[in-house]
């Protein structure tokens, strides 16, 4: 019989607590025919010194069995290993790997936006502290009505990608105009949380992008603009234009210093706004953006500026 | 009159402008793809291959009655999902609009259904999928498919103005 199974480790368990205490056992069989009667069993934590443990013992059918409990496993991954004296040399007997860590916390700050050109709901939170173990988030939602009171049918579950702390729900598993409860869950060896759930209508959390602001060209049949006045077209953002929306402008004289004006409240499309009130002589900065009216929405950012 | 919601309303005229916009680019993709761009020159095949048209009479301003014509519209829906499932398979370059179609249908026939349990006015039993009509050729389901988008068109600017005709 070889000499390394001559002895045996058992764990209280895999994975503790960080700082926790931790109690291990290592047992040899009598039939084990290399050592002498009562071998003396050593502990080695990694590379730390050899200790005798706790106790050493003789059980029924002649086990040799030495217990050690470690106060406090402050290693988040180690080695533990089980010695036996042999002549003048240490021979291993067993290794075992003991891990420690932390239960997931609650996932914060969980929010999703609606991306129309995948049609895809994407979810981000905050993870939390680190764990130190294998930890698996997984996104949860359910189709519900109204307030979300009542749940209805499951979504599929949506599993981010590897260390990754979003996750995209294609649009076959949404139900648009519909809210549905949104939350993650955390879990790993230790426990599972959950983060606080969402109730949101998928387009009610649509990502706005801005829209398109040119200045008309001058051309015959466009009288131009009077002293201090400019002609300004736009359009929405294709894909959203299915959506009422508001938008607002703001523009600024460049290297001013001046803050932006804004003008609140105009719709969607602009097919040609005069735009007055500008010193001649300045150039000026001039962005837009838009948001869903009516409709709950979020303002989409700001245009790339135009300057005139 | 039974009172609609304002934001059932809102999204429903937002969903039928949200169909109408997707719709439009399949006929777009029908029309660039297979050159059948004219759907009135496709009527006699379709009454041959039995494309149904969905009613909306309760819709029209002359008749318009909220609890038929919800109904009407939630029965038109699932008419035309249905007909999107037929032209499954019409070519990969249009599945994924098809699809993405498909699903905003089935979305605002929810939201249709869901609104009239909210007022107590849905049927017991959900209406059950009409026969679809079966296609022997690529040609006829190209064809069918134009036609089906097309009636969709019409279907959605009705609802669309019995749904303004609501909220006003």
């Known amino acids: ?19 926790d205490p931790i109690t291990a056992s290592c047992s040899i069989s009598p039939n084990c025919s290399h050592l002498n009667q ?26 040799q069995e030495s217990t050690i409990t470690l106060p406090h496993l402050n290693h988040t991954q180690a080695f533990l290993f089980c010695f036996v004296q042999l002549g003048n040399s240490f021979q291993v007997l067993d290794q075992a790997e003991l891990q420690a860590g932390y239960p997931p916390a609650k996932p914060s700050n969980l929010s999703c936006l609606m991306n129309l050109t995948t049609s895809s709901l994407i979810c981000q939170w905050e993870p939390g502290p680190e764990t130190y173990l294998p930890t698996n988030f997984t996104l949860k939602s359910f189709r519900s009505r109204a307030d979300c009171q009542r749940w209805e049918d499951p979504v599929l ?13 294609p649009r076959k598993h949404l139900l648009l105009y519909q809210n549905m409860v949104i939350w993650v869950q955390a879990e790993n060896v230790l426990g599972t949380s959950e983060s606080l759930r969402l109730c949101l209508d998928p387009m009610d959390v649509v990502k706005l992008e801005p829209p398109t602001l040119w200045a008309l060209d001058f051309s015959p049949d466009v009288v131009p603009p009077q002293p201090g ?25 460049q290297f001013s210093g001046t803050s932006w004006t804004q003008v609140p409240h105009l719709p969607s499309r602009g097919h040609r706004f005069e735009l007055c009130g500008l010193h001649q002589a300045l150039v000026y900065t001039l962005q837009m953006r838009c948001i869903r009216s009516l409709l709950p929405g979020h303002w989409s950012s700001w245009s790339p500026s135009l300057q005139l | 009159p039974l009172p609609l919601p304002k934001s059932f309303l809102l999204k429903s005229l937002e969903q039928v402008r949200k169909i109408q916009a997707k719709d439009e680019v399949l006929l777009e993709q029908l029309c660039a793809t297979y050159k059948l761009c004219h759907p009135e020159e496709l009527a006699l095949l379709g009454h041959s291959l039995g494309i149904p048209q969905a009613p909306l009479s309760s819709c029209s ?17 699932l008419l035309y999902k249905g007909l999107l499932q037929a032209l499954a398979g019409i070519s990969p370059e249009l599945a994924l609009t098809l ?27 959900q209406p059950t999928q009409n026969t679809m009509p079966t296609f022997a050729s690529a040609f006829q389901r190209r064809a069918g498919g134009v036609l089906a988008t097309s009636h969709l068109q019409d279907f959605l600017g009705m609802a669309y103005r019995a749904l303004r005709h609501f909220a006003q």
């Open chain 1, 229 to 253: 006045c400019l002609w300004l077209r736009w359009e929405p953002w294709k894909p959203s234009q299915f959506m009422d929306q508001e938008c607002e402008l703001r523009y600024q004289a």
């Open chain 1, 157 to 169: 579950d949506c599993v981010p990608e590897d260390g990754q702390s979003y996750c995209s729900i």
């Open chain 2, 99 to 125: 699809d993405m179609l498909q699903l905003d249908v089935t979305n605002f026939a929810t939201t249709i259904w869901q609104q009239m349990e909210n007022l107590g006015v849905a049927p017991a039993v």
């Open chain 2, 61 to 77: 301003s002359q008749a318009l009655q909220l609890r038929s014509c919800l109904r009407q519209l939630h029965s038109g829906l």
């Open chain 1, 1 to 19: 019989e070889s000499l390394e199974s001559c002895g045996h480790i058992r764990i209280s368990a895999p994975v503790v607590h960080l700082g």
């Open chain 1, 38 to 63: 009562e071998p003396q069993i050593l502990w080695q934590l990694e590379d730390g010194p050899k200790q005798l443990g706790d106790r050493q013992q003789r059980l029924p059918q002649g086990i």
